[in-house]
């Protein structure tokens, strides 16, 4: 699936199933308790903090979650995602092509 096709699928689970999209402030606090349930997992998975006994947990199915609201997001403002994610990484590509090469803490 491309990142079109995705805007196009979430737009039309929003408009049959969902109903219509929760406005932008709504899906952006949305967005940040995703990103929140992504960093708990990250912490306990890769951090010092723990799991409850018996806690479970589904990394791939918080991510979706963020990306999901993302794409709402994207909807929402006009923004095609691919256009946006090419740009940024011909920026990137740009600006940060001798740098990473260049640092000796991403070397060792």
Not at 52 to 61: F, N, P
Not at 80 to 98: F, H, P, S, V, Y
């Amino acid at each position: 699936m491309t990142l079109s096709e995705a805007q196009q699928i979430v737009d039309k689970w929003i408009k049959t199933i969902g109903v219509r999209y929760y406005n932008e402030l709504t899906n952006m606090a949305i967005l940040m308790e995703e990103v929140g349930e992504v960093a708990r997992i990250m912490a306990r998975l890769y951090g010092e903090q723990s799991f409850k006994k018996g806690e479970t947990y589904d990394l791939a199915d918080e991510m979706a979650d963020v990306l999901f609201v993302l794409i709402c997001l994207a909807n929402q403002t006009g923004v095609n995602l691919t256009e946006a994610l090419q740009k940024n990484l011909e920026k990137k590509t740009k600006r940060d092509k001798e740098r990473h090469q260049n640092n000796p803490k991403l070397t060792n």
